[in-house]
């Protein structure tokens, strides 16, 4: 695997590669950062991750400075994987000057996660897009955990006519449930033991609607009482349609349930597709 901190020197070292699948990460690498490069291992001739801790993406008052920052055990994995190539730019070489450019997203942004920390997309959106241009894949490969992230970066996508394949990777999940996120990391033992619950409410939800049940905003409100009953601060529990992500009539399908709540410090989400006949809108391609 070949290191590159500039673009000048990934664009040099790429010039005569093809069929290029990118895997684009923050670092502090898992499983589920491993399942989609093994995933673009079969996807693209040439593989390539990159590790960016992306300031524009955080708000003021969150977990920047203290994002887990692990380069040369994320290295080693990322070797095993059979990484050709990794983009670990410094701030400094990605944003040169202020990034005053940036995506402009619609409405969605300022739904359910937008909602709890503004300006996110735009900044997810804005880095992804000069990633794209730097690396120029054929093929992107995103975790469905960040299930709101996926689909906005499907529409722009789709929107700006990019020419790249966007595909969905399943959660990983640890035995008892627990969807992998760097940010597990900071759970004490205790919150650790708990944290499961939230899998387990959303599982909750989902028989329920499969069950046949259309009270969804009942359904949203219990399954949020249950986790805050438990110590967690819920922020939502949502039901919405896979395809836009807006609320649902009874009769909408294909549904997703998502959740974003607090155990301690660290705030968790994770969400379950909601299994119909057909696929789900964000199923890979
Ligand atoms: O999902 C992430 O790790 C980040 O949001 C991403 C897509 C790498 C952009 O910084």
């Known amino acids: 695997m070949q290191v590159c901190t500039s673009s000048t020197e990934l664009r040099a070292a790429m010039k005569h590669r093809r069929a290029v699948a990118f895997v684009p990460t923050m670092g502090n690498l898992h499983a589920g950062h491993v399942s989609l490069m093994t995933q673009a291992r079969l996807r693209g001739e040439t593989l390539v991750a990159s590790i960016f801790v992306n300031p524009l993406q955080f708000g003021q008052n969150e977990d920047f400075n203290s994002y887990p920052r692990t380069f040369d055990a994320d290295c080693e994995k990322l070797r095993v994987a059979q990484v050709d190539f990794l983009f670990a730019p410094t701030e400094r070489e990605l944003y040169p000057e202020p990034q005053t450019y940036r995506i402009d997203l619609p409405e969605i942004q300022n739904q359910l996660e937008g909602r709890f920390r503004p300006g996110h997309f735009g900044g997810v959106a804005t880095v992804v897009l000069k990633l794209f241009n730097i690396v120029q894949p054929q093929i992107a490969l995103f975790g469905k955990k960040d299930y709101q992230q996926l689909m906005v970066l499907r529409n722009m996508v789709r929107q700006l006519a990019l020419p790249v394949e966007i595909v969905g990777g399943e959660t990983v999940r640890d035995g008892d449930g627990l969807a992998l996120s760097s940010r597990n990391g900071f759970l004490t033992p205790p919150e650790r033991a708990e944290a499961p619950r939230l899998h387990r409410v959303l599982l909750g939800v989902r028989d329920a609607i499969e069950r046949g049940e259309t009270g969804f905003p009942a359904l949203e409100r219990d399954a949020a009482s249950e986790l805050d009953a438990n110590g967690w601060q819920t922020d939502y529990v949502a039901i919405r349609r896979q395809t ?3 609320t649902p009539s009874p009769t909408d399908r294909p549904l997703v349930v998502l959740a974003a709540s607090r155990l301690g ?14 696929r789900g809108a964000l199923a890979d391609s």
């Open 265 to 278: 410090i660290p705030r968790l989400i994770d969400n379950l597709e909601v299994s119909t006949e057909g």
């Open 244 to 246: 836009d992500l807006q």
